[in-house]
């Protein structure tokens, strides 16, 4: 199945998909080292993110965050796409300094369609994810 | 979005990798506001300077984007560090993050950017032109500027203006747009205000009330710089006013006069001002205090030197750019204010000093902006004029 959404961060990548319903902050929210989420309380709290198709609603918290993803993905522990319903500066920035895929604004709602561990393809460039 | 051929070719690379995910990272955020194209910048600040906000993290993408050769092509200054570059010792700051914040200003030097480590670049000469499209970062310094001196920018961050700075380009949206400079809110001032710090208060109040709309004030009878460097810090802390206009006063005030019409009007009532400082009353007579959030103007130096002259200055830190600091020197007011028993510190400030790692519990503080963060930082914090903080009376 072909989902078209908004290209922010151009890529491709594919993988096991982690979806949260609840927003996400990379500052404070995970540990960089092990891409483990361990923000107390968090739905996903102790999954890892690491090589996943993360999808969330949007960021929220610190600039710092951008960083941090930015770390991730020099440490091999970051996600291996992003998918929000509306990003927002800190994750655009992040994903963007690291060159993670980076889309939202789905035609459809993935957090609806979408449940960890399905197989997902994005194709940011073409604007498009397949599961 | 639309792109230039030159702004395609630093896109795919033809001018470096660093210009390249330069351009990546500003392009991603255009998509994200939805701006029709790029626009030119003639100048930069950049945030992201605080080895305690940026981390390894942090030094790791500022090494490598200067490793990969980026140099800014606009003149780019930069925002306060975690400590004063050479008197970090004396501050208490650790070895291990001198370390990491003296890597942090090097690789920024070797970018082109100017290492002045300031909140109050206009202050030193880095004075935006009005009218000039600019990519700036440091919410006190873009509310100052946009408001102030008329200049155009967005609220960046360190990476998108760091990007802007290595470009040339930042992506048209926002507070760049003469439609999205319209006042929204009207903000009428009902209480004569007497100092500096009552400017501080009622930028705190309006931003609290604003959130992120553009306020139009009446009711001023006109400020100083250093009232309206306190507003700007205060006004873009509670809330996050990026521009506002003052009647009478700011150089696009009589402009936007004419886009009153409908606009919600809100009161400030002569008690308001001092609520908002009672708010911040938790610090006590071992808290430090710290003036200089934003920076000091030579001013505001010669104030504190006064106030010294027949005071203690011993728990008086007192913080500063290093072109005020070279005049303050001259002129024998750092002498003044040290032989009182004060420091004058520069390339820093309390709020991006690792405060509580140097075994800071509590802070007494003439500025709101400080006073909200150090607060949420977990330290104990009051605010108050500067002259009561040293012992009784107003300040001027």
Not at chain 1, 114 to 131: F, H, L, T
Not at chain 2, 64 to 76: D, F, H, P, T
Not at chain 2, 187 to 204: H, I, Q, R
Not at chain 2, 298 to 306: D, G, H, I, Q, Y
Request: charged content about 25%; proline content about 4%; some cysteine.
């Amino acid at each position: 199945m072909r989902i078209r959404g908004r290209r922010i961060v151009g890529g491709y990548a594919e993988g096991e998909a982690l979806v949260s319903s609840a927003s996400f902050s990379f500052y404070g929210g995970v540990d960089p080292e092990t891409g483990i989420i361990t923000e107390p309380g968090h739905p996903l709290e102790g999954e890892s993110v690491a090589g996943r198709v993360f999808i969330f609603p949007h960021g929220r918290g610190s600039t710092v965050g951008c960083y941090i993803i930015y770390r991730m993905h020099r440490r091999g522990t970051a996600p291996a796409a992003v998918i929000n319903l509306e990003t927002e500066t800190i994750i655009a920035t992040g994903c963007a300094m690291a060159g993670i895929p980076l889309m939202d604004r789905l035609e459809e709602n993935p957090l609806r369609l979408i449940r960890s561990g399905d197989y997902i393809v994005v194709n940011a460039d073409e604007g498009y994810i397949e599961i | 979005m639309y792109l230039t051929r030159l702004e395609e070719e630093m896109l795919e690379g033809e001018m470096g990798e660093a210009v390249a995910r330069a351009m990546s990272l500003l392009v991603a955020l255009g998509e994200v506001f939805e701006a029709e194209r790029l626009i030119e910048v003639e100048s930069a600040h950049i945030s992201g300077v605080s080895y305690k906000n940026l981390g390894e993290a942090g030094l790791e993408y500022l090494e490598e984007q200067a490793e990969l050769g980026a140099s800014v092509r606009i003149r780019a200054t930069l925002n306060p560090a975690g400590m004063d570059l050479e008197r970090w010792r004396e501050m208490g700051v650790s070895p291990e993050f001198a370390e990491g914040q003296l890597r942090v200003i090097e690789a920024y030097r070797r970018m082109g950017v100017e290492a002045t480590c300031t909140c109050t670049p206009y202050l030193i000469g880095h004075r935006p032109r009005a009218g000039s499209q600019i990519a700036w970062a440091e919410s006190s310094a873009v509310a100052y500027v946009n408001s102030v001196l008329g200049a155009r920018t967005n609220r960046e961050t360190g990476p998108t203006a760091l990007a802007s700075a290595i470009t040339g380009r930042a992506p048209l949206h926002g507070y760049r747009l003469e439609e999205n400079r319209r006042p929204s809110i009207i903000v009428e001032v009902k209480t004569p205000l007497s100092s500096k710090f009552d400017y501080g208060a009622l930028g705190y109040l309006i931003g609290e009330m604003a959130g992120r709309s553009v306020p139009y004030i009446r009711g001023l009878r006109g400020a100083s710089i250093e009232q309206l460097k306190a507003l700007s810090a205060a006004i873009a802390t509670s809330g996050g006013v990026a521009l506002y206009h003052i009647e009478g006063l700011t150089p696009e005030a009589r402009r936007m006069s004419r886009h009153l019409e409908g606009l919600e009007r809100i009161p400030v009532k002569p008690d308001s001002l001092g609520e908002v400082a009672e708010r911040f009353q938790g610090a006590g007579e071992d808290a430090v205090i710290c003036v200089g959030c934003p920076h000091c103007s030579l001013r505001e130096l010669m104030e504190v030197a006064r106030l010294l002259e027949r005071r203690s200055g011993e728990r008086l830190w007192a913080f500063t750019s290093r072109g005020v600091y070279m005049k303050a020197e001259r002129l024998g007011i750092v002498k003044a204010i040290e032989e009182a028993g004060g420091r004058v510190y520069r390339d820093t400030c309390m709020v991006v000093a690792p405060l509580r790692e140097m075994g800071w519990r509590e802070v007494a503080t003439n500025s709101f902006k400080a006073a909200h963060y150090l607060s949420s930082m977990g330290l104990t914090v009051q605010v108050a004029p500067l002259r009561e903080l040293l012992g009784g009376g107003h300040e001027d």
